[in-house]
C-alpha cells in the first residue's frame, strides 16, 4: 500500500499540473456573462467607432473586472509578458479614452485582442 501511494500521488500530482499547464485555450473561454472579453472588445470598438465616450468607459470597466477573473484562471498556463502586455493595454486604453482618442482607442483594442487571441499559443 505504501508503494502505491509513493507512486501514485506523484504521478497524479504531475498529471494535474501538466493539465492545467496546457488548458489556456480552455480557461480563457468565458464561464459566465461578464468575463467574455472578445465580445467586450467588440462593443467596445463599435462604440468608439460612434464616438460614445460614456458608454465606452463603461465598458472599459466591465473588461478590467473581466480580465481579473480571467487572469486568475490563466496565470499559470500563460506567459507573465503575455499577461503584462494586456495589462498595459488596459492602461493605455483608458487614457486614450479619457482623452477621446478614436485612432489610439480603436489602435489599443485591436492590439489587446490580438494579445487575447495569442494567449496560450
Known amino acids: 500500500m505504501r508503494k502505491f501511494m509513493v507512486v501514485t500521488i506523484p504521478i497524479i500530482t504531475l498529471v494535474i499540473f501538466v493539465l492545467i499547464m496546457f488548458g489556456v485555450n480552455f480557461l480563457k473561454n ?3 456573462k461578464d468575463d467574455n472579453i472578445p465580445l467586450i472588445i467588440e462593443r467596445m470598438e463599435h ?3 460612434n464616438e460614445r465616450w460614456q458608454e465606452v468607459g463603461e465598458q472599459r470597466e466591465e473588461l478590467a473586472n473581466a480580465w481579473k477573473k480571467v487572469v486568475r484562471r490563466i496565470q499559470f498556463s500563460s506567459e ?6 494586456f495589462r498595459i493595454n488596459l492602461a493605455r486604453l483608458k487614457g486614450a479614452i479619457l482623452a477621446e482618442d478614436k485612432s489610439n482607442a480603436l489602435m489599443e483594442l485591436k492590439e489587446a ?3 487575447w487571441e495569442s494567449l496560450g499559443r
Open 30 to 32: 468565458p464561464l459566465g
Open 47 to 49: 462604440n468608439v467607432s
Open 80 to 85: 507573465r509578458d503575455e499577461l503584462n502586455a
Open 113 to 115: 485582442h490580438e494579445h
